[in-house]
């Protein structure tokens, strides 16, 4: 039975008898096929836009530019007048370039989406009447779910069964408390901040345990709604920024130099049309057209290598962050330790062990239903004493307010709320403590021995816990209002070992240039004592205490010197990123609990891990397949590399594609003739580029690994400069050889012009792609085959049947000569200036 979505417009004004009824499901969950027909019904559950509608549009996008527009329109203009045959050049030129745009940028789109479903994420499901983990985007409307601490809301949904269940919906109503949420059935005009019976896709669950049923997915949900009205685009990275000031930058040069070009050729009494053909054609060359497709195959490329590394980057531009991120955030546990937390002991309020304390504390935790959590599980594997024999009748999950957790247990002969969790909260909430004996003794006498326990144990490295109890009433559940005068039953020690290496691959950070700062809950002097562990000599540690009565002026000046940042709120982490990126620092936050996903948008490279929360996975940026720094660090090189093969296009564009345009530009006023035809430019913008498809598997020095790499607009522009001029040094001595040596007429001269200057451009490649000099920096072997490919197709080009479409002659044997001393000179010139340029542009940032 077909439904229509426009019926569950209110569906919190329906009970769940109703809701079930219009669903045409039941609280047994939906079949397999059932399940299928509606995926078929109401499509994928996601917000974003069809694939084939996003490749049409991307194809199209190849066609934006307003000067490969205008180009189009004087060709056909030029058809229309007669040449015919010039204009089917001219169009296939520019379809090809596009064409190859379009298929890198798509192979490219195609690669993320398939690393992406390596990371994608996942609900609890009942279907075919069992529990199954299906990928979010497989949910319809009629699925029951089953949510917890940490998990995303998977679609809008009403509640049919909750515990204790606060939900976060700041997305939707402002509101940065979480709400409250539960069963029950509320008008039909009730306004979306106060309808607590539902949940609404893009919030998640801060603590608490639900069972809803699945109303709207997709885009019929609110959050699809709103998606589609604002059509939201992630904030831009300083990469992007600045692949967008350059653009805007050579289009204000081409603007100009146009409609010079233009006017003086008029001037001159030649064709209008052939010289608006000329300056729309110089345009195009001097615009790096394929600049986004190189872009994205090099990004896409990069990805696919981090990807090998175990390192998953889910938006391609945060891959040049993660190559320019100089201080690292992250917890210690499963990072700088094994992240596999083993019980020490379960201690009296004397110290000595106790194996009432450590049974309370197996009840606590193998009873609880909500987050599962690594104490739990140590606590539970360490525990052999006598079966159980108690039964649930309530709990309160924990969460990061209380920080703690309770369990009310009941047998024949007891029934107990046990409590367990950080030590001063649990002390804070216990007027009684039960001595070795058994007896009950005022918590006030024993309250500075306790403390001081703790410290002894927190001194020695071991993350301790308070365990309390009470007796309960069968006849009522326990609730958060009944947590108060308890009885402190006594601590369990944890400890979790740093990893083997984990000196060294800090070691290796450091070398990188990246600062590693822990950010815990944890004491500071358990955290003190991890650092000393792994090399970390005299750590400055600040505390979530001290960080509160801190100024932002004076958390400035102390968090860039700080290594540790201990008993940290999870709201402080995002002011420590803030400041941290405010001091100019790039900030990567490695998190994955259900408090930091605020911390990963806020800084600059979100990082998390395959096993985090959904919250937490959706929020970043990059996931980790393993939760190790050694695969960071794997990943941090592989960004670098990235970013310097993506700028070594930007360096060609800027330099001897620049300056061969920048002279033909020149030649045109002083030669009686066009020095190249708009056919030929374009020819010559084709054949440079195509080279540049392979810079991504090209090989990158290790002197662009050392240390963060950041997008210089100011840099390029220099380069531009220096290296502009320079080959047109070197064209203009070619002009010379073919008018005063070879007395060049139109064609030959043209043709000489076009072999030399893809040549030169094609070669000063090798050039300047490295910083070291070219012949200790040999390119990659699919750059080398593209690079002698171009060479052998532009030289036999005037020998072929194709010469004759472009306008090109057989030229005279010696000016082969000439021109392979000239690119000679040209080439070591450009590795005199690259010198140069390097050594003054270090003196310069010395300063």
């Known amino acids: 039975m077909e439904t229509n979505p426009d019926q569950f417009q209110n569906f919190w004004h329906l009970s769940t008898d109703e809701a079930l009824k219009q669903l045409s499901c039941s609280k047994n969950g939906l079949t397999g096929d059932e399940a299928s027909k509606r995926l078929n019904q109401y499509g994928p559950n996601t917000t974003k836009t069809n694939a084939n509608a996003s490749a049409l549009l991307l194809f199209l996008s190849q066609f934006k530019s307003p000067v490969t527009l205008l180009l189009i329109i004087a060709a056909l203009l030029s058809a229309g007048l007669g040449d015919v045959p010039d204009t089917v050049i001219i169009l296939t030129i520019v379809l090809i370039s596009s064409f190859l745009g379009f298929w890198q940028e798509k192979g490219a789109a195609d690669a993320v989406k398939e690393l992406l479903k390596l990371v994608q994420l996942h609900c609890t499901v009942l279907r075919d009447k069992q529990k199954k983990e299906l990928p979010v985007e497989a949910v319809v409307p009629g699925d029951i779910v089953y949510l917890s601490a940490g998990d995303l809301i998977p679609g809008d949904s009403l509640i049919l069964e909750s515990q204790e269940l606060f939900v976060d919906e700041a997305a939707f109503t402002g509101e940065t408390y979480p709400v409250e949420k539960q069963s029950c059935i509320l008008p039909g005009e009730t306004p979306l901040a106060k309808r607590t019976n539902s949940l609404f896709m893009g919030s998640h669950v801060i603590s608490g345990k639900a069972t809803a049923l699945i109303i709207q997915t997709g885009k019929q949900t609110e959050f699809g709604k709103i998606s589609s009205q604002l059509q939201q685009r992630a904030p831009e990275t300083d990469f992007e920024k600045g692949i967008r000031k350059f653009g805007y930058m050579l289009m204000e040069v081409t603007l100009i130099l146009v409609i010079i070009i233009f006017g003086i050729n008029v001037y001159l009494h030649k064709p209008p049309l052939d010289s608006f053909l000329f300056s729309l054609a110089l345009a195009v060359g001097l615009t790096p057209q394929l600049l986004p497709a190189i872009i994205s195959v090099n990004l896409s490329t990069g990805a696919r290598r981090m990807a090998k590394q175990q390192v998953i980057v889910k938006r391609l531009s945060s891959i040049e962050n993660f190559g320019s991120m100089n201080i690292l955030c992250s917890d210690k546990t499963g990072t700088i330790t094994e992240g596999k937390v083993n019980l020490k002991d379960s201690l009296d309020i004397n110290g000595k062990h106790s194996d009432k304390v450590l049974q309370y504390a197996w009840l ?17 594997s360490s525990y052999k004493g006598p079966a159980n024999t108690f039964t649930v009748q309530a709990e309160i999950p924990y969460d990061f307010i209380r920080k703690r957790l309770t369990i009310q247990v009941k047998n024949d002969s007891q029934n107990l709320a046990i409590t367990k969790g950080a030590l001063n909260v649990i002390l804070a909430i216990c007027t009684q403590a039960e001595a070795p004996d058994g007896k009950l003794v005022n918590i006030d006498d024993y309250k500075k021995d306790i403390v001081d326990q703790y410290q002894q144990l927190s001194n020695a490295g071991y993350r301790t816990l308070g365990v309390a109890y009470k007796p309960a009433g069968a006849a009522h559940n326990f609730t958060r209002d009944d947590e108060k005068e308890m009885i402190f039953l006594g601590f369990i020690t944890l400890f979790d070992p740093p990893k083997a290496g984990v000196a060294d691959i800090l070691i290796n950070l450091d070398k990188l240039g990246v600062k590693l700062k822990i950010i815990t809950g944890d004491n500071a002097l358990v955290a003190k004592s991890l650092a000393l562990q792994v090399g970390i000599k005299d750590p400055k540690i600040l505390t979530g205490a001290e960080l509160l009565k801190m100024s932002n002026a004076a958390l400035l000046h102390e968090a860039p010197l700080t290594h540790i940042f201990a008993e940290v709120e999870p709201n402080q982490k995002e002011r420590i990123i803030t400041i941290l990126r405010k001091a100019g620092n790039v900030v990567g936050f490695m998190g994955d609990g259900i408090n930091d996903a605020p911390a990963l948008h806020t800084a600059d490279v979100g990082i998390s ?22 695969v960071l660090v794997n990943g941090i090189v592989e960004g670098r590399k990235t970013f310097t093969n993506t700028m070594k296009y930007i360096f060609m564009a800027t330099s001897a594609n620049f300056g061969n345009m920048f002279s033909m530009a020149g030649a045109s006023l002083f030669l009686p003739f066009l020095p190249l035809l708009p056919k030929q430019i374009l020819l010559t913008n084709l054949l440079t580029d195509f080279p540049e498809m392979a810079i991504a598997t090209d090989r990158v020095d290790q002197l662009n690994i050392q240390s963060p790499q950041h997008w210089d607009l100011n840099f390029i522009k220099r380069f531009m400069i220096v290296f502009g001029l320079l080959s047109s040094v070197f064209d203009y001595l070619t002009f010379g050889v073919l008018i005063y040596i070879f007395h060049a007429k139109e064609q030959i001269f043209q043709t000489g012009w076009f072999i030399e200057s893809v040549i030169s451009a094609t070669l000063i490649v090798l050039v300047v792609r490295t910083r070291l000099p070219f012949f200790k920096s040999l390119p990659g072997k699919y750059l080398s085959i593209a690079t002698a490919f171009i060479l052998v197709f532009v030289l036999i080009l005037p020998l072929t049947p194709m010469a004759l479409w472009f306008g090109f002659v057989r030229l005279p044997v010696a000016f082969y000569g000439w021109m ?28």
Request: glycine share 2%; proline share 1%; charged share 20%.
């Open 364 to 380: 606590n935790a193998s009873m609880q239903q909500g987050f599962n959590n690594p104490i739990d599980v140590a606590i539970c």
């Open 609 to 630: 891990v395959n096993t985090a929360v959904d919250v937490a996975k959706e929020a970043a940026e990059i996931v980790l397949l393993s939760q190790d720094l050694a």
């Open 820 to 847: 392979l001393l000239i690119v000679l000179c040209y080439i070591l010139s450009a590795e005199l200036a690259k010198r140069w340029f390097y050594r003054k542009m270090n003196r310069a940032a010395k300063r």
